[in-house]
């Protein structure tokens, strides 16, 4: 090793070429990688969605999903299966395995959905996607006018625009009824030409089609033989001729009324109270976000112009803008941090020593960013985290190595070249074992389960890629630039009055006050281990007793109150409308007392978006911005959610914040085969939380459907040869409609739809007197040849795994209960009183404590591998079997400083403040192993155990506090600021700032006195 480092420094033109070589690619990374608020990722995760137009949710889980469930259910990769079935629809959620590769999987699930036997004719062909992520540019409407249509137009026009662009692939629009071309049935024209609606379905559906029938080949050509007769137009359809009457042809314009019309039983989107149409702007794991922002200002700008008084278009939530401020948050962050390190560095150590020490940090950086664009990485929020954890931590090699090399020349009157050959090889090992263990550390981020595991992979690789070339930097160029430079020079010797004042500060710190209390701990042992156990007993006490609170994840504010009202199925969308306006006006209303105080602003709300459809209501109100009020997100949530009466409409309404990650802290699934005990048990839990003083939100996601009109044929029906099928297949037909084919007008599909004017079908009545044709070709009424009766249906029903489900979910007040404390009572007491009340059901964790329970098993496992791999390569740096397990168990007493902490800055201990107290581990041992490998040399060379242990923690005293001060003042603008975009982040820096403070402490304090009590042997 000692050539090695002599080489490059013998060649320093060499060295300067690798420094600009790093810095070259890492710019050239840094102009090609693409911004994102999220990493790009692949979900282990199946979607299949079946349509199945006009059938129920029982008949599509007994014809479509049971029997698909039971092919799927063997295959190997797919590790859980969800399934819901709704009126008119299916959905299947297949949870994959991440080790199973994705295309043959892929491949078995789309073979096993091919060949499910008995797929009903009327549904849909099923769409599999393998689901990857998308993110959202921009929310923005469209809105100013009643006049719907000229609003679809404008809306497709701007769509159209976008996409032609090439820049940008999905945008989702939504918010207007869909427009349909509706034949009426005029019921006299039936009666008159004894007519059904099945010839009239069939006429149409003859006579409007193209066909390919084949080809002639001829001796100088082949000619394609087609007709082009599908009948797209008003007119065309109501000259089609349905049948011959009397030497008379009765056409569909003698029997029906054609016209354009808006599906039935719409609910509508408002924007500050006007109808609108939404755009959702995404972007792709391939497509640039910024670019596409940019082509939508554009047009934006340039659409207002050309509808300027017509139209108005207002972008709701930009995400854009959300992915600045996050990256802005960190950079600045970032620089703060580096910054304050530089400051740090400069009070410790020689101003040029100082300097070539913090290049590490950029040297690291730049060799990421080149290795981020070589691996298809981006920069985005996790990626910058990890850069700001590590940036503290990238000198720590640095710091160690030049400390080593000054103290050579400096101490030792050694010449240049010599002192920083010698001086890095003197602590090149323990340096070596900090990298690795450190490294090792950070290993648990690669592996944590599910899709958190993916994002905070990211922090992983820019932890290890950073450390890697930071030892590079250390231990090549670092050597070499301080042997050439002006830091070892008799000019550095003669400080100045500002060094000669801070070296007497050191002095002080280290001979007057450390010295004093090293000495006192020495001679002190039990006092000072009793204050490290007190300190144990104290945090122990503290999480016990909810002085330090918990959660599973930490609670994020969104920067709009999110509310959504719950309606019983089948309710009119008339009512749905009508309540929505009536919310907005209370909202509006609200808003403007609390802005009574506020000159700047008349109202709290400064937009406010509805939408839905006839079973919930989804209302966002995007209140004035952070910066601007006194008050927060769920300060006014709550107030508002306590203002508001009772809905007597409605089945539910939420207000609060919206899910960001984890799902909701209360949820657990009851599974069973008999929906009776299922909804049963549901119903006993649900009783059980409502007695539970600070659980809110209860609810199940199995809610009744609408009423259903269940048809049995009489003995009449069955003498005039009818079948339930044929009398459902008619009744359906006029009441229901039927859609004959669809009409392509530019990228939109407007059906064409056969049906019974409103005034025919609104009623019970309707359908008893509902004309049905035999197959003798007579007409009687319904209630002559069938009964009927009516019932509650089933708007939807879930399965998990082949069993029947239903999930029960509440949210929590924190202000008024624990999480920890509720979750206790329920699996303690509540769950066995409830799974004792019922026959067949079992349990099935939901929401954030499954996910939290399968992450924590992950990462606990990924921790013991890890553990493992530290010690041995602390064995092979110590030789000895107590060291190690002296610095192992050093660990968890610095989690006890994450936890004070977290109880000193006010915030939550969640499953993301365990994320950075695993790193907090490998910085522990860190400064351990530097003093270690410090004492061992000086007893090895004779010195009596104490005196050597004494005279290492003082040598080591400056590399240890400015490791550890580096660190924290480099997370420290993190930790204190305030932006929503990084809010989930603070508490990994809360752990490690704190976590190491605390953890010195135990390296300067408890080590020394752990280590006179033990024997090293030989």
Known sequence: ??????????????????????????????????????????????????????????????????????????????????????????????????????????????????????????????????????????????????????????????????????????????????????????????????????????????????????????????????????????????????????????????????????????????????????????????????GIARLVDRQLEEYRSRYEGILSYRVAIRDVEELNERLNTLMVSGIGGLLLVLLVLGLFLNSRVSFWVAMGIPISFMGLLFLEWTMDMTINEMSLFGMIVIVGILVDDGIVIGESIYDHWKRLGKERRQAAIEGTLDVLPPVLVSLATTIAAFAPYFFIYGDMGKYVRQIGIVVVVSLTFSIIEAVILLPAHLSHSRALTEEARRSNRVRRSLERAQDVLINRIYAPFLDFALQNRALILSVAAGAILISVGAVAGNHIKAAFFPELVSPYVYAEIEFPAGTNAEVVNRIGREFEGRAREFGREWAQSDPDHENAILDYLCWGDSSHLVLYLLLIGNDERDYSVNEFANAFARALPDIPETESVIIGKDTFFGGDPISFRFLGKEEGQLEKAAELFKKALREIEGVKDIR???????????????????????????????????????????????????????????????????????????????????????????????????????????????????????????????????????????????????????????????MLFSMAMALLIMFTLLLFQMKTWSEPLLVLSLIPLGFLGALYGHMIMGVEVSFISFLGSVALAGIIVNDSVVLIDCFNKKLNSGMPRVAAIREAALQRFRPIIMTTITTAVGLSPLIFQKSVGGQMLVPIGISIAYGLIFGTFITLAILPVVLTMIGKKS
């Open 1 to 290: 090793m000692k050539r090695f480092i002599s080489y490059f420094i013998d060649n320093r033109h060499l060295t300067n070429w690798l420094m600009i070589l790093i810095f070259a690619s890492g710019t050239f990374g840094l102009l090609n990688l693409q911004k994102r608020i999220w990493p790009k990722i692949e979900f282990d995760y199946i979607s299949i969605h079946i349509t199945w137009s006009g059938a129920s949710a029982l008949e599509i889980e007994e014809n479509i999903v049971r029997p698909l469930e039971e092919g799927l259910l063997g295959l190997e990769g797919i590790v859980n299966i969800s399934a819901t079935s709704r009126d008119n629809s299916a959905w299947f959620g297949l949870e994959t395995s991440p080790w199973y590769p994705m295309d043959t999987l892929m491949e078995k699930v789309r073979s096993t959905v091919e060949t499910l036997p008995d797929y009903p004719e009327e549904a849909e062909r099923p769409v599999i996607v393998h689901e990857t992520e998308w993110n959202r540019v921009m929310l923005l409407f469209m809105y100013g006018t009643d006049d719907l249509r000229a609003l679809e137009q404008a809306a497709e026009e701007f769509r159209e625009e976008l996409i032609r662009s090439g820049q940008v692939t999905q945008i989702l629009t939504w918010g207007f009824p869909s427009e349909q071309i509706i034949i009426e049935v005029k019921p006299r024209g039936l009666e008159r030409f004894s007519i059904s609606l099945d010839e009239i379905d069939t006429a149409v559906r003859a006579s409007s089609l193209d066909l390919t029938a084949g080809s002639v080949l001829t001796t100088d050509e082949q000619i394609q033989i087609r007709t082009y007769e599908k009948k797209t137009s008003i007119p065309e359809l109501e000259k089609i001729v349905v049948k011959v009457s009397g030497g008379r042809a009765v056409r569909i314009g003698d029997v029906c009324t054609i016209r354009r019309g808006r599906a039935e039983n719409a609910v509508h989107t408002r924007m500050n109270g006007e109808p609108a149409i939404g755009f959702h702007i995404m972007y792709s794991n391939t497509e640039d976000v910024i």
């Open 700 to 858: 199940d996601d199995m809610p009744l459907g609408q009423k259903e009109f269940l048809i049995h044929l009489n003995r009449r029906g069955q003498a005039l040869g009818l079948h339930t099928s044929s009398v459902a297949n008619q009744v359906r037909m006029g009441f229901y409609g039927s859609e004959l084919f669809e009409v392509r007008e530019g990228r939109r599909s407007i059906p064409v739809v056969l049906r019974l004017p409103l005034s025919e079908r609104n009623s019970i009545g309707r359908i008893e007197d509902f004309p049905i044709h035999t197959p003798g070709g007579g007409i009687v009424p319904f209630r002559e040849i069938a009964d009927f009766q009516l019932r509650q249906g089933i708007q939807q029903i879930r399965r998990e795994n082949g069993y029947r489900s239903i999930r029960v979910m509440a949210g929590i007040d924190s202000n008024i209960a624990d999480l920890n404390t509720v979750l206790k009572e329920i699996n303690e007491d509540i769950l066995p009183r409830v799974l004792a009340q019922v026959d067949g059901v079992s349990l099935s964790k939901a929401g954030q404590a499954e996910l939290v329970n399968r992450m924590m098993k992950s």
